[in-house]
């Protein structure tokens, strides 16, 4: 009974360790086919929600209201053209009190929109005369001011002592203005008209000219009557001239301020080489001494055919070397011409009454420190 448990209870212990090969065989496919269909399950349940979910929209990143992309232009080729390269939004901006140093000195030059300003003002006058009834408005691309090359120059005509004034349709850029009047000075001011502020308005002034005086001297110390001087304006070019006195004094009057180049003689024939600059302001200026060196003389004596002298002969002519002579006979029919240059003068005699029969033409030659007479014959 014993030996019987026995081997039953070691019958059971190998049949649960080991088995039997047919049941094993049997369960193998059944898992295997149970995995497949779970993973199959899955797949299909993966597929169906992907799906019929609803797709979610994708935000665009945010943008500043100071950077707009511009609109995309027309395909080339089938393809968008690419964005510029400087996108406005890369751009770093200045710190708002750095901007006036940090702007672009382009950005102060008017396009071409076509825009035009105009400039409104008032003119005032100082000193004891009443306002001139004629002055003129003077308008010129200014010197300083930016967008200089924009501006045009303009000069508006005033004769009836209107003292506001307007001028419209101007281009926009950078101006310089003043008034000028016959003895007044008007300095000039700058103005700008820019897009944002195509007008201005301005007070100008106009001030008594002064004068320039000072004397010339011949080479003994003397004062050196009959010299022309020319005042050359820098750099409008304005002529003016004068003529010493007896005592060798010249004077220009009603002189506006500004630059000039002092020659003694004319443009055509200078008496000296070097012109000297100056810069006026009112009221008033007295020229150094003006020192010329030796230089010659020449006396005529202009008679008709039967030797009697003739007033009122007007001689004109130059030498080759500067000097120029414009005189008149006297009563005597006498001329004195001092502190001329040397060299070969080419005369021409005619008489305003007599008429051109008795014209005539003449040279003669002058000598440095020595005074030339001759005799000159005129008549049919």
Same mark, same amino acid.
């Given at each position: 009974?014993?030996?019987?448990?026995?081997?039953?209870?070691?019958?059971?212990?190998?049949?649960?360790?080991?088995?039997?090969?047919?049941?094993?065989?049997?369960?193998?496919?059944?898992?295997?086919?149970?995995?497949?269909?779970?993973?199959?399950?899955?797949?299909?349940?993966?597929?169906?929600?992907?799906?019929?979910?609803?797709?979610?929209?994708?935000?665009?990143?945010?943008?500043?209201?100071?950077?707009?992309?511009?609109?995309?232009?027309?395909?080339?080729?089938?393809?968008?053209?690419?964005?510029?390269?400087?996108?406005?939004?890369?751009?770093?901006?200045?710190?708002?009190?750095?901007?006036?140093?940090?702007?672009?000195?382009?950005?102060?030059?008017?396009?071409?929109?076509?825009?035009?300003?105009?400039?409104?003002?008032?003119?005032?006058?100082?000193?004891?005369?009443?306002?001139?009834?004629?002055?003129?408005?003077?308008?010129?691309?200014?010197?300083?001011?930016?967008?200089?090359?924009?501006?045009?120059?303009?000069?508006?005509?005033?004769?009836?002592?209107?003292?506001?004034?307007?001028?419209?349709?101007?281009?926009?850029?950078?101006?310089?203005?003043?008034?000028?009047?016959? @003895?007044?000075?008007?300095?000039?001011?700058?103005?700008?008209?820019?897009?944002?502020?195509?007008?201005?308005?301005?007070?100008?002034?106009?001030?008594?000219?002064?004068?320039?005086?000072?004397?010339?001297?011949?080479?003994?110390?003397?004062?050196?009557?009959?010299?022309?001087?020319?005042?050359? @304006?820098?750099?409008?070019?304005?002529?003016?001239?004068?003529?010493?006195?007896?005592?060798?004094?010249?004077?220009?009057?009603?002189?506006?301020?500004?630059?000039?180049?002092?020659?003694?003689?004319?443009?055509?024939?200078?008496?000296?080489?070097?012109?000297?600059?100056?810069?006026?302001?009112?009221?008033?200026?007295?020229?150094?001494?003006?020192?010329?060196?030796?230089?010659?003389?020449?006396?005529?004596?202009?008679?008709?055919?039967?030797?009697?002298?003739?007033?009122?002969?007007?001689?004109?002519?130059?030498?080759?070397?500067?000097?120029?002579?414009?005189?008149?006979?006297?009563?005597?029919?006498?001329?004195?011409?001092?502190?001329?240059?040397?060299?070969?003068?080419?005369?021409?005699?005619?008489?305003?009454?007599?008429?051109?029969?008795?014209?005539?033409?003449?040279?003669?030659?002058?000598?440095?420190?020595?005074?030339?007479?001759?005799?000159?014959?005129?008549?049919?």
């Amino acid at each position: 009974m014993i030996g019987r448990r026995a081997r039953l209870d070691k019958d059971r212990r190998a049949a649960l360790s080991n088995p039997a090969p047919l049941a094993a065989g049997r369960a193998g496919p059944a898992l295997v086919a149970a995995v497949a269909l779970l993973g199959v399950g899955v797949l299909a349940l993966v597929l169906w929600n992907a799906r019929t979910s609803p797709a979610r929209a994708v935000e665009p990143a945010p943008s500043t209201p100071s950077a707009e992309r511009p609109a995309p232009g027309p395909e080339i080729g089938g393809r968008a053209p690419a964005p510029p390269a400087n996108d406005a939004r890369t751009e770093p901006r200045p710190p708002p009190e750095l901007a006036p140093f940090a702007q672009d000195p382009k950005a102060r030059v008017p396009g071409p929109t076509g825009q035009l300003g105009a400039l409104r003002g008032h003119v005032e006058s100082t000193g004891e005369e009443p306002f001139p009834l004629a002055w003129q408005l003077v308008l010129r691309p200014s010197s300083t001011q930016p967008a200089r090359e924009s501006a045009v120059s303009r000069t508006l005509e005033f004769t009836d002592g209107r003292q506001d004034f307007e001028a419209l349709e101007l281009p926009l850029g950078g101006y310089d203005v003043g008034a000028r009047a016959q @003895g007044y000075n008007g300095p000039m001011q700058p103005v700008l008209l820019e897009p944002g502020s195509p007008e201005a308005f301005v007070v100008l002034s106009l001030v008594p000219a002064g004068f320039l005086e000072g004397t010339v001297l011949d080479a003994q110390g003397l004062g050196a009557e009959g010299i022309p001087l020319t005042l050359v @304006g820098v750099p409008e070019s304005e002529v003016r001239e004068a003529v010493t006195d007896v005592r060798g004094l010249f004077r220009f009057e009603a002189l506006p301020d500004g630059a000039y180049e002092l020659l003694v003689g004319r443009v055509s024939s200078p008496l000296l080489p070097e012109r000297r600059p100056l810069l006026f302001r009112a009221p008033s200026m007295t020229f150094p001494d003006l020192h010329l060196p030796p230089l010659a003389t020449l006396e005529l004596h202009v008679t008709d055919s039967g030797e009697r002298p003739l007033a009122g002969v007007e001689v004109r002519g130059s030498g080759t070397n500067g000097g120029l002579i414009e005189r008149s006979t006297d009563a005597e029919g006498h001329v004195l011409v001092k502190n001329l240059p040397a060299g070969h003068y080419r005369l021409r005699f005619t008489h305003p009454v007599l008429g051109e029969a008795y014209d005539r033409r003449f040279t003669v030659e002058l000598v440095v420190g020595q005074v030339t007479e001759t005799t000159v014959s005129l008549g049919p």
